[in-house]
């Protein structure tokens, strides 16, 4: 473990070098260990891949403080659970709403009912959320599906995309610039300011993707659009 300021209001916490479910879970303790501990002046605490980024007021405390603070702290006890749930997320990977699946399939020697399968099949463990808001970063995925980011970014792309790069997956909650492939579609919501928290998800989650067809996808949109969806969860134990 190695502390350091990384900002005049934010120092970091980081416990390895690599996307590892273990090292995960240790981010996530610590991040349940300082948030419990309400440490005075610290404002936000963000976990990341393998470190934990802890923000504070500098008018309220001091960098030293916060550091020193954080290493009595997670060198006394870093076993917290952090409270999880496992969400059912349906997706349609027909081609209408999987502007990439035809020729990821191609370029990773798949049918598109493989790539559908070995995508759909994981229950993926949220390692954090960054770039947009409530955008989770989804791993592990199947190897017989890692692929580098597109060279060409496309500047635009569509709200509830399921996409894939390197060893993750994730979905966009809103339409944004993006370079990873595109495999299919969800029309769930994942961030809404009206609802505590905003986003759907939180670090620690696990996500399973439920293939739905394009009738399925609409009817459940449809429902979404009226707030009469159910999206199935359930609480698990990390």
Request: with cysteine; proline share 7%; glycine share 6%.
């Amino acid at each position: 473990m190695k502390i350091s300021a990384c900002s005049d209001s934010a120092i970091i916490v980081e416990f390895g070098d690599k996307i590892d479910r273990d090292l995960s879970s240790l981010v996530l303790s610590a991040a349940t260990t300082v948030s419990n501990a309400q440490l005075s002046g610290v404002t936000e605490i963000v976990p990341t891949f393998c470190s934990l980024m802890v923000q504070y007021d500098p008018l309220t405390t001091t960098s030293a403080e916060v550091m020193a603070q954080i290493k009595s702290l997670l060198n006394t006890t870093n076993d917290h659970k952090t409270p999880a749930r496992k969400w059912s997320i349906p997706v349609c990977y027909e081609e209408k709403f999987a502007t990439d699946i035809t020729e990821v399939a191609a370029t990773t020697g798949q049918t598109i009912e493989q790539v559908v399968k070995l995508h759909s099949e994981v229950s993926y463990h949220v390692y954090m959320l960054g770039f947009l808001p409530g955008f989770p970063y989804l791993g592990d995925l199947a190897k017989a599906l890692h692929l580098p980011r597109r060279t060409n970014p496309r500047t635009r792309v569509p709200k509830g995309s399921i996409s894939i790069a390197t060893s993750l997956t994730s979905i966009y909650p809103f339409e944004s610039p993006g370079g990873w492939h595109l495999i299919g579609t969800t029309p769930v919501e994942l961030f809404d300011l009206t609802k505590t928290p905003p986003a759907l998800f939180a670090p620690g989650d696990q996500i399973k993707f439920e293939p739905v067809s394009g009738a399925e996808f609409i009817a459940i949109s449809n429902q979404v659009a009226v707030g009469k969806f159910a999206l199935k969860s359930i609480e698990i134990t990390p």
